[in-house]
C-alpha cells in the first residue's frame, strides 16, 4: 500500500531512495521511488491485495479520492485497474511533487490531480464533487478521521460509494453517519480495515 505522512513532518526532509511496487493492472510490476522520511509508513502489500479483492469490480470508470496519499500506493493500484481519475491529497510537499513525477513517469498526470494541502482543509474549502471511493488512511493517533468523515458527507460522496478506512486496531472508529454500512473488516496485525458502503 502507500505510506503516510504525519502532518509534522518538514517539507525539507531530505529524501533517500525508497520504492512502491504496483501490484495489478496496466502498471503491474512497476516500481516508483517514493521519499523515505521520518513518519511514512508502509502497509502490507496482503492488506492491498485484500482491499482490491473487494473494491475491483467497482473501479472501472470509477471517480476517486485518496486523502492521505503518502506513496500514493491505494492511489496509483486504483488508477492501473482501472478507475478514471484519482484526486491525491496529501500535506507534504516532498511526497506530493514526487507523486507528481511517478504520474509523468507512468503517462497518467491527465488521470490524477495531486493537491499539497491539509486534507480537512481541502475538503471543507474545495467546491465538492462526487467521488465513487474514498481510501482513508490517516497518520495513526492524531484524530484525522473524525474532522474528515463529516467533511465527506458534504458532496463528496456519490450514492452508493464506497469509503476504505485503515487504521490502528486499538483505536475506536469516530461515530459514523447511519447510512454508511459496513461491507468488509479485517485484522492484519496492529492495523483494521474496513470498507464501507454509503446510501443516501
Known sequence: MKKKVLSNV???SKAKASRLRIIAGEWRSRQLPIPDIEGLRPTPDRVRETLFNWI???LPGAVCGDLFCGSGALGLEALSR???HMTFVDNSRVVSQQMQTNLATLGATDKANVIAQNAA???DTVTPHAMDIVFLDPPFRKGWLAQIIP???KGWLADRALVYIEMEKEADLPAL???WTLLKEKV???????LFEISK
Open 10 to 12: 518538514s517539507n525539507k
Open 56 to 58: 475491483n469490480a467497482y
Open 82 to 84: 482501472g478507475a478514471k
Open 121 to 123: 482543509v481541502f475538503l
Open 151 to 153: 467533511l465527506l458527507e
Open 177 to 179: 453517519p447511519s447510512h
Open 188 to 194: 492484519a496485525g496492529q492495523l483494521v480495515y474496513r
